[in-house]
C-alpha cells in the first residue's frame, strides 16, 4: 500500500497555543508525552515554555508507565482476592466433610474394636462395617491431606494479594506526584505565556499557524509501506490530523503521542503497550533513517519519551506537545534525535 502527497484535511477549529494549554490545566487526568527540545538560539519567555513543555512531556512517560502498573496490579489483585474466596469455600466444604465423619464415629461408640466384635450378634455384618469403617478412614485422610494444602495456597494467596495491594498503594502515590509535577509545569508555562503582550501572543499564534500550514502541505512521497499493519495503523493516525494533544490522552479525538500510536494500531488490530519507552522494545528494531518505511514506529530522545510514525519522505506524524495538534513535520527539524525506529 502506498503512501502520497498527503490529502488535503479538512480545517478544524481547534484552540491555539495557549486556550490548548490552559485546557489541558482544566483536564485532571491528562498527560504529555512530545515537546520537541527547546532551541538554543531561542531567548526570553519562548524558550522558557518550551524547556517548561519538554520537562512535562518526559514526566508524562513515567506517569503513563505507572498509570499502566496501576491497571496490571489492581487487575492481579482482583484475581489472588477472586482466587482466595473460592478457595476459602471449597476448604470449608472439606472441613465440613471432615466434620461429617467425625460425628459419624462419635455415634458409633468408642468400644475397643475387637470387644464389638464379641459383643455382636452378628459377626460377619461387624466386619462388613468394620472395613467400610478402614475405607472411611482412609478417605478422611485424604481430605485432611486435601484441607491442609489448601489452606497453604490460601495462606500464600492471601499474602500475595496483600504484597499486590501495597505496591498498588504505592503506585498510587506516584501517580499522584508526577501528576502534581505536569500540572506544576503547564501552570509555570501558562503563567509566563500570560506575560506576554497582545502583540508577543499573535506572533506565536501566527507560528503556530505556519506549523499547521506546513503539515497541510506536507509532500510524504509515494513510498510504499513494510506491512499491511503498519499501512493501517499510519492510515488511522493520518484521520486524527488536527486534533489537539492532550497529556495521558489515548483519543479517539485528542492525543499525546503513545496515545496516537497506541490508539492507531488498535484501528488496525493490533495491540502495543501504550507508553513510548514499552513501543520502543516491540516489533522489529531499524536503526537507520534511511531504512525506515511508511508506517514504521520513530522513536525520540535519549530516553525513547517520544514516539510517532514515519510519513514518508522524511516526515514524522505525530502528536507532539501541549498547545499543538497531530500534524505532519520534517523529522530533521522536530529538534528530537532519532534512535531507532520499529516495524511491526
Known amino acids: 500500500m502506498a503512501s502520497h502527497r498527503r490529502p488535503q484535511q479538512p480545517r478544524r477549529a481547534y484552540p491555539t497555543v495557549f486556550a490548548a494549554t490552559a485546557a489541558a490545566l482544566a483536564i485532571s487526568a491528562q498527560s504529555a508525552q512530545a515537546d520537541p527540545l527547546p532551541d538554543p538560539t531561542k531567548k526570553g519567555v519562548q524558550a522558557q515554555v518550551d524547556r517548561l513543555y519538554e520537562e512535562a512531556t518526559q514526566a508524562t512517560e513515567t506517569y503513563n508507565g505507572a498509570n499502566e502498573k496501576q491497571k496490571t496490579l489492581r487487575k492481579q489483585a482482583d484475581n489472588l482476592q477472586d482466587s ?3 478457595g476459602q469455600e471449597e476448604l470449608n466444604a472439606l ?18 474394636p475387637s470387644l464389638q466384635l464379641l459383643l455382636s450378634s452378628a459377626p460377619d455384618d461387624y ?42 498503594a504505592e503506585t498510587r502515590t506516584e501517580l499522584g506526584a508526577k501528576k502534581r509535577l505536569i500540572q506544576g509545569k503547564l501552570a509555570e508555562a501558562q503563567r509566563l505565556l500570560n506575560t506576554l503582550t497582545a502583540e508577543e501572543r499573535a506572533k506565536m499564534e501566527q ?22 499493519r503498519g499501512a493501517a495503523a499510519l492510515d488511522a493516525a493520518k484521520s486524527r490530523v ?9 483519543g479517539p479525538n485528542s492525543f499525546d503521542c503513545s496515545g496516537l500510536t497506541s490508539w492507531a494500531f488498535k484501528q488496525a488490530g493490533v495491540s502495543i503497550p ?11 528494531r531499524i536503526n537507520s533513517l534511511g531504512d525506515l518505511k511508511p508506517g514504521d514506529l520513530i522513536i525520540m530522545r535519549t530516553d525513547l519519551s517520544h514516539v510517532g510514525f514515519y510519513a514518508g519522505n522524511g516526515q514524522i506524524l505525530h502528536s ?25
Open 84 to 86: 482466595v474466596a473460592r
Open 274 to 284: 501504550r507508553t513510548s519507552q514499552a513501543q520502543a522494545e516491540v516489533g522489529t
Open 242 to 250: 488536527g486534533m489537539p494533544y492532550v497529556w495521558a490522552a489515548s
Open 207 to 228: 507560528e503556530q499557524e505556519r506549523a499547521d500550514r506546513s503539515s497541510e502541505r506536507a509532500d510524504l512521497g509515494n513510498e510504499a509501506s513494510a506491512s499491511s
Open 320 to 344: 507532539p506537545k501541549p498547545g499543538a495538534s497531530v500534524r505532519y513535520e520534517s523529522i530533521a527539524r522536530s529538534g528530537m534525535p532519532f534512535m531507532w525506529g520499529v516495524r511491526l
Open 127 to 168: 466386619l462388613d462395617k468394620a472395613s467400610n469403617l478402614e475405607r472411611a478412614s482412609s478417605r478422611q485422610a485424604n481430605v485432611m491431606r486435601q484441607a491442609q494444602a489448601k489452606q497453604r495456597l490460601l495462606d500464600q494467596q492471601r499474602a500475595q494479594a496483600t504484597a499486590k495491594l501495597g505496591e498498588l
Open 95 to 112: 472441613r465440613d466433610s471432615l466434620g461429617s465423619v467425625a460425628s459419624a464415629q462419635y455415634r458409633g461408640g468408642g468400644l475397643d
